[in-house]
């Protein structure tokens, strides 16, 4: 069955607890939290802190997707706070090869993002290292943007890819995904649905019901 993954980028701060513990509830698999840099991306959002805090409150999957430039020296952090699965942008730094092994030296699931600028072929020799790929449907740095159809043949060539190597990654998108193009995702071959606004915008009460459709 296919995992949801509610990204908090778009929850109320001072309400995150309450917010984290009602998602868990409801259904969702994943704790999706982006990290955002200044620099890699334009806008800043948390460090290893709110992993160290989220922990306290939520057994779930802790799903973090450093979107960061450089990346290799903050990994120890984002480790010892917490972390269930690290995924990073391969470009962002010099040896993702290093990067992946000292993730997977810890004992946690590695992964990779795809920028909508990135190619397949530009990464696809870390395929086989990795236990989840992110394809970015949107600009990574903001929630709420509109789903990027065009990148929806990376999905399909990341199953392909996937299925005549016997890899054992994950494909999680991640951007403008709601009940609309969730469909789509996994029809492609998506395993996990990282999701923001789309679910965090309804009303709470109806959490259960909209995760259950987004599946
Ligand atoms: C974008 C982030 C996404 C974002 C998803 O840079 O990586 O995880 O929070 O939010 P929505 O679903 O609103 O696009
Ligand atoms: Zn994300």
């Given at each position: 069955m296919i995992k949801i993954s509610p990204s908090i980028l778009s929850a109320d701060i001072l309400k995150l607890?309450?917010?984290?513990k009602?998602?868990?509830?409801?259904?969702?698999d994943y704790i999706h939290i982006d990290i955002m840099?200044?620099?890699?991306?334009?806008?800043?959002?948390?460090g290893p802190n709110i992993i160290k805090?989220?922990?306290?409150?939520?057994?779930?999957?802790?799903?973090?997707?450093?979107?960061i430039k450089p990346v290799e020296k903050y990994i120890n952090e984002f480790v010892e706070a917490g972390s269930d699965i690290i995924t990073f942008h391969p470009e962002a730094d010099d040896n993702p090869e290093e990067i992946i092994k000292m993730i997977s030296d810890?004992?946690?699931?590695?992964g990779i993002a795809i920028h909508p600028k990135v190619n397949i072929t530009d990464i696809d020799h870390l395929f086989s290292k990795v236990q989840?790929?992110?394809?970015?449907?949107?600009?990574?740095?903001?929630?709420g943007?509109?789903?990027?159809?065009?990148q929806v043949q990376k999905i399909k060539d990341l199953d392909e890819i996937r299925k005549n190597n016997n890899y054992k990654y994950d494909i999680a998108v991640d951007g403008g995904v709601n009940n609309e193009n969730a469909k789509i995702c996994k029809d492609n071959g998506a395993d996990v649905l990282a999701v923001g606004s789309y679910?965090?915008?309804?009303?709470?009460?109806?959490?259960?019901?909209?995760?259950?459709?987004?599946?």
């Open positions: 607890e309450e917010e984290v009602l998602l868990d509830k409801n259904g969702a840099d200044g620099h890699y991306v334009p806008n800043i959002t948390f805090s989220l922990r306290q409150v939520t057994s779930k999957i802790l799903d973090v997707h450093l979107m810890a004992e946690i699931k590695a989840q790929i992110i394809v970015m449907t949107v600009k990574p740095g903001f929630g943007q509109k789903f990027m159809n065009d679910l965090l915008s309804q009303n709470q009460n109806n959490y259960s019901e909209i995760i259950k459709s987004l599946r």
